[in-house]
């Protein structure tokens, strides 16, 4: 016989079912077992098959089963099964029986610490919800991939082992690289760039990051995934924000399709957000933040300006997404681009998503010469670098890109309070296991 | 003006093209420019425009130029440029200008040194064969993930970081993590396992693993990438080879679609592959390898081996593509199913193309006495992976999968002699730059 899926049932089919066991109930003679796969679940009821019943009294909360049946309508629209089925249970096989749980799974409320789930996290990645997040998070991903796909941009696969430290230095992983040392990436940047430089002038790569942050924050994890776009021959920045949005509104609509259910349980509203999204410049940015009691005229964005920023696109432009554009030159890598009226506003671009930076992106600098300027003015040895900037010698096309972070992008729009919890086995300061 | 790309020019048309000087020629009063972009090649032509003709002089190959001008019919085919089109130049304008090249990007053959190649891996991918083998590497990543979406695969990322070494030790790559040590998974599968006990019962992961092996051969890599699929709820291993079968199938079919032009110019004819693929069952591998001389009873496979089976397939079956399925128990890991019949032989399978292994898989140990009888036969301490096994207590499917590798899927497709030759930026023993 074939499996049937829980979120499939017809009325009157006779089926196979195959999952955990949710939850069990008594009540009088009839014996309820809440059984959940992966589409949904449903309740089962033994009523008077006594080999079954036998069998049924030896289980426990989430064993694996497989039970054989009726469908039937149920008497009641049960809130847990979102539907108004139920099986008349003939036969029931345990496949896996499971010893007392460390955590329950089937709560009513997240009531359990978040690193206690986190320890037995294969457990608490059977809770419907927290289950949710990861289909919808694999729907984002296959809607940024089918517009990429579709416009032609080539999927590649950066290293993530450097020879080098690609930035400060401190916030990177060292690994034992047999008789020398190498470093974990902690963006594929400087790879996407020299991809095309070698004439892969559309190009994504999916994969992971990493920093070696000791801040232990509700927004960081020391390996994290980005969805990171480069595109060749563009005219300015303005360009890579357009693509940035038309992937991002791709994600959306793919989840909106396909996680009907998912967003449902988890209670969420997803709207396609309007292109294009509202755009603050600096330096009219510091202008804003002043206003607003902040005077940091010069100076990087921090949690605080982040927020006030935000409150000024909510009631100005209803947006939940929206660009901050030219940042200051001098607080951006060395290979971000100088602007063209005013090389003190680089064509710098974060992405952010109510008061959350989600991306940052913008215009590479593909000129020799101004590469060579912005290393000397940071103080960057060229010995370090050298195996990278060797190759704008020999014909860079204009570039530019960005690199939008998967586990944020699912945290904010899913309005999770810690961004572990979009990661399947987040890997923190203190956790590298399971 | 709007770019156009060298691959859709159409006669008498006016037109923007953007990209490399793959060329420049002189004969009598006219100067050929041949000009590279991510689509194609095409012959340009400065006739008498005095200002372009300046310009032209000062050009080197590999610069970076922009050039306008007017399609025309050109009088003989060209063999480089693949179609009976030129470019009149009306205006050139250079936007990079490049030095002279440490290593030739237009070379009629391979001359170059692979490693010095590699040495300057930007200059060497704008070879149009080079450049192709990375689209062609795109589109059969498209191809999997097109089937595993559809049938409702969900793509997930495991972690990277592992607490403990997950096999032998010798071979893993070690990091500095914090206060203690972490290591570079060499494979998903654990963490691939753990999902499905997270109740995700379908599942894809496309990401990096790394061996620290000291052998420096043309199949391996120390970093590679796998497309590694995992399905809850299997019969057995033969459910595993068909889901096996039908992600090749998809990934090969898109190529030919997608990718024709990139195919011809390599030279490579690809076939959809017929299905089932034939399969060899050990111990009748020993029967067969014997007859040909080799009597390895009970061993694992080695390349002399391998080299035998493929002989014998190739005359038997006609196939390109076949599995080995039964391997023996004993030589792999503890989390391999043993067979029903006959405990010697795993339910544990390779997926082979013309003599080269290029996947793993088959159906994992999910009862948790078996796995605990299996690593005491292995002598492997429970302490080492108790953070593993401590799932399998609370329900357990039945599950399997594979990891298919994309590079050496790249390699033996398109009859590369390297693996390195799959990668965009190899990491081997001795290179972890640029």
Redesign the interface.
Known sequence: MK?SYVSELKKEQDVLL?G??HEIRELAKLKFIIL???SGIVQCIVKDNKNAKEIASELTL???VEIQGKVKKANVKSEIARNDTEVEVSDIKI?????K??IHVNEKTTTTDLSKRLD???????KPKV?AI??I??AL??GM?NYL?KEGF???????????ASESGSEV??????N?K?F?RQDPQL?RQ??I??????LYD???S?R?E?SHTVKHL??H?TCAVEL??IKDEKDVMKLEEETVVSAIKNVINKCKNELDFLGIKLKVPKTPFPELKFPEIYDILKEHGKDVYGEDLDTEAEKILWEYVKKKYNSDFYFFNGFPHKVKPFYVMEGDENPRWSKSVDLNFRGMEISSGGQRE??YKKIMKNLKERGISLKSVE??IK????????HGGFALG?ERLTQVLLGLQNIREA?????D?ER???
């Open positions: 499996r195959k955990w066991v959940r796969d992966s989430e064993s694996v496949i896996s029986k499971a010893e749980l460390p037995f996290r294969s457990l608490d990645l059977r289950n990861f289909k998070q694999s991903i296959e991939q796909d080539v999927q590649v696969f950066t290293p993530c082992l450097m020879g080098v992983f060292e690994i034992k690289y047999f020398k190498a974990l790879h020299l991809t430089l070698g004439g892969i002038e559309k999916i994969g992971p990493w070696a000791k020391c390996e995934r060749a021959f593909h000129r195996w990278f190759f704008f010698k020999y014909g860079a096309p204009p998967i990661a399947l086995f987040p890997r300061t590298v296991t399971p």
